[in-house]
């Protein structure tokens, strides 16, 4: 029996290949397999492209562009089963979706809302199995994308609301780990990297202001926690957990700052054991802060910086 969710892909599209678009429109739906279902929508669209491809079976795609007088390209390609991709596209002028599935039982769901100029990427490759995927845009200028390779149980999700925001997440070979990005106002870029069996693994980046910097690694990493919170405009934030050579279990780290012009960095290597873990937490206020802490070789280190009124 086909998952429900295929049957959901399905019914965000609003109607199906056979319809006839005006203008410059094209619209492609290929399926080789067994109880493949898509649906494709273009309304009132003028020089729009969308393209649904489908190898495998028990695969779901849906795509809706509507209200743009210009450039609109939309894309999935799915090989593998199970899968469901979903891309919508709204008002929207000059913009691109591409959802790529080489996966089992993978989740993928992209929209662009009001969104000029916006790119939205996903992709989830080699053999992933049941990884969730979303990318939510609302703005002009938007960059995100989401890679999921070799990955087990992961999920990501970058959301982003305002002008000329950059996010983008990698999940490789990584097990349920999951990472969130959400990014308001306008220039701020942020990057979540989980990689080599980031088991447990979360990080979180949340950033409002303009011109923000945030990034969080974490590799080798089992079980941890990271946390990035700025608001004002000029801050850079960077978190690292694990340095790939070893395990780095159970460590947590936190970075808030609130202002302009703040800079923190935590950087934790080596091996955390399971009765003992490192933590550090970094809270700036006021202006032209500048934090780093650097945890390596052992475990159970605790760290801790304030700085300012908040």
């Known amino acids: 029996m086909k998952r429900t969710y295929l049957s959901m892909a399905i019914g965000l599209a609003l109607g199906f290949s056979g319809a006839a678009f005006a203008g410059g429109n094209s ?5 080789d397999g067994d109880a ?4 494709l929508t273009q309304n009132a669209t003028t020089n729009a492209s969308a393209s649904i491809s ?3 079976d028990s695969n779901g795609a849906g ?32 913009s ?3 959802i790529i599935q080489d996966a089992l039982f993978g989740t993928a769901s992209i929209s662009q809302t009001v969104a000029t100029d916006s790119i939205a990427t996903i992709s989830q490759v080699d053999q992933s199995e049941g990884v969730s995927a979303t990318i939510s845009q609302t703005g002009d200028l938007l960059l995100a994308s989401i890679t999921q390779s070799l990955g087990f149980n992961n999920l990501a999700t970058i959301t982003q609301d305002g002008d000329s925001h950059s996010a983008s997440i990698l999940q490789d070979n990584s ?5 969130a990005i959400g990014q308001l ?16 693994a979360t990080a979180s980046i949340s950033q409002s202001g303009s011109g923000n910097t945030a990034n969080i690694v974490q590799n080798y990493a089992l079980e941890n926690g990271a946390a990035i ?9 960077n978190i690292n957990q694990g340095d790939g050579l070893a395990w780095a279990d159970f460590n947590e780290a936190s970075i808030v700052q609130t202002g302009a012009g703040h800079v923190a960095n935590v950087t934790q290597l080596g091996t955390g054991v399971e009765t003992s873990f490192n933590v550090v937490s970094i809270v700036q206020g006021d202006v032209a802060n500048t934090a780093n802490v650097t945890q390596t070789g052992g475990a159970g280190n605790i760290a801790s910086i304030f700085q300012g009124t908040l």
């Open 185 to 200: 106002e306008s220039g701020n870029t942020a990057a979540i990297s989980q990689l080599n069996m980031s088991d447990d």
């Open 175 to 179: 097990w349920r780990s999951s990472a």
């Open 229 to 237: 919170t700025q608001s004002g405009s000029g801050q850079t934030a």
């Open 54 to 56: 489908q190898t495998g």
């Open 36 to 39: 493949n279902s898509a649906g």
């Open 63 to 94: 795509i809706t562009q509507s209200n743009s007088v210009a450039a609109m390209s939309a894309t999935v390609d799915t090989i593998g089963d199970n899968n469901a991709a979903t891309i919508i596209q709204a008002a929207s002028e000059g």
């Open 27 to 31: 619209a492609t739906l290929t399926q």
């Open 96 to 98: 691109s979706a591409s």
